[in-house]
């Protein structure tokens, strides 16, 4: 018996290693040495940044073009920032008419840069565009997309106005929350003609890209264990990545808990749009690229002012980082770090009003306001916890929970509690 015990536990272990080898076969199916050599590695835990990429392939192409690389070029780039730690991803469209310097390449739209040397040289063009490094990276072609969708049940996403292009995607959907099968949602991240009198469409079409993904990644992490690997593993038929089954259970896992609707970030690449040589191309807009990376390197929003996304109430969005949190529910604590910034023309004020809250039990710091304020306003960033908090630098400052409310990135995110002085407190 004990013998035949064995035998049963070791086939089992054969079984699963099979198994999973069988699906780490199927994720690295395209993923070679010299991207691998591109990818940077991170200690466990700290925030990482991973390339995503959609690629124009799929079958029809593929019998007319061939399925060779340099046949194709990204017409999705999204640079994602990932943090465990904090429970926090950010995704970052690119422009696919972006204009880069590639060197000996010359300068180009940044999404030849697959055509001219596949996933590691689009690595690269990304990593020097953005000024990060990029450790992981994911790329599905458009002819796969929908089985992604549809294998997790489809995806649930709210459009603030109709969406028809049945010509170009084939898609006819209404505005507000429905549920999108994989084909809907394939034209749903195809279509830019919809959004004509809009405007670029390239760009509304971005924002609806970063919407889908997070209701994807909102889906899967609802599942339970089993379920998600089984998953895993058929979505392995629709995506080559360096990652393994194991290392995406593992994320899965550490993101269990996501709040997809407040912590997970949407911008893109700020350009203008120029004829160069008989070309469209976007131009980026150097300053405020940097500005944008350095916020999203800090684990802040891509934005640091929400009219700043003007695709905003047109395309999707990722939720709007407003608290659900019931004020009239808590009970005012005193205790957590703060950020008072003056916003006045008063003079050390920020530091007069820290000072009474480190006297509350309060850990404050002060600084100044980028511009001018006429109203105080407390933000918090966090839970309820953090709202309970906010509530009692109110009373500590005098002033009424209509003054508090939940931070949407547009402050700093390492204190639990930030206050913007206005004119009508500097009293």
């Not at 999404?111 to 990593?127: E, L």
């Not at 990652?243 to 997809?260: G, H, N, P």
């Not at 999203?296 to 002012?305: H, K, W």
């Amino acid at each position: 018996m004990l013998i035949a015990l064995v035998i049963v536990i070791a086939a089992a272990g054969t079984a699963v290693a099979l198994y999973m080898n069988d699906i780490n076969s199927r994720l690295s199916a395209g993923i070679d040495s010299s991207l691998k050599d591109q990818l940077v590695t991170v200690q466990y835990d700290d925030p990482f940044y991973m390339l995503l990429l959609g690629v124009d392939e799929d079958d029809e192409r593929d019998d007319s073009w061939g399925s060779s690389q340099a046949n194709y070029r990204s017409d999705t780039i999204i640079l994602a920032r990932i943090d465990p730690k904090n429970q926090k991803i950010t995704l970052v469209s690119i422009p696919r008419d972006t204009m880069v310097d590639m060197g000996d390449n010359g300068t180009q739209k940044i999404n030849a840069a697959y055509s001219i040397g596949g996933a590691s040289y689009m690595v690269q063009i990304v990593s020097q565009f953005a000024g990060v490094d990029i450790s992981h990276y994911a790329e599905l072609n458009f002819d796969q997309f929908t089985s992604i969708v549809d294998t997790i049940g489809g995806i649930e996403v709210t459009l603030p106005v109709a969406v028809s292009d049945m010509e170009h995607a084939g898609i006819d959907l209404p505005a507000g929350t429905q549920t999108l099968n994989g084909a809907d949602a394939l034209g749903l991240c195809r279509s830019r003609h919809a959004y004509d009198s809009y405007g670029g469409g390239d760009f509304y079409r971005a924002a609806n890209q970063r919407m889908v993904i997070a209701a994807i990644v909102k889906k899967v992490l609802a599942q339970d264990p089993a379920t998600m690997a089984t998953t895993v593993s058929q979505l392995a038929n629709s995506v080559s990545t360096d990652l393994s089954v194991t290392d995406i259970l593992s994320l899965a896992t550490q993101f269990k808990d996501l709040d997809v609707d407040n912590n997970v970030y949407s911008g893109q690449t700020p350009t203008d749009s120029q004829l160069i040589n008989s070309i469209w191309y976007e131009v980026p807009e150097t300053a405020a690229w940097t500005t944008m990376m350095q916020r999203v390197d800090d684990g802040e929003t891509p934005y640091s002012d929400a009219s700043q996304d003007f695709t905003a109430g047109v395309a999707g969005s990722i939720g709007s980082g407003s608290s659900d949190t019931d004020l009239t529910t808590l009970d005012a604590t005193y205790s957590g770090s703060v950020l008072v910034l003056n916003g006045t023309s008063t003079s050390g004020l920020a530091l007069t009003k820290a000072n009474a809250l480190n006297k509350a039990g309060f850990t404050a710091t002060a600084g100044n306001a980028d511009s001018k304020s006429s109203t105080t306003a407390i933000y918090y960033n966090g839970d309820s916890t953090k709202a309970a908090e906010a509530l009692g630098v109110a009373d500590t400052l005098g002033l009424d929970s209509s003054v508090v409310s939940k931070n949407s990135g547009t402050y700093s995110e390492k204190y639990d509690v930030v206050v913007v002085l206005g004119e009508d407190g500097a009293g």
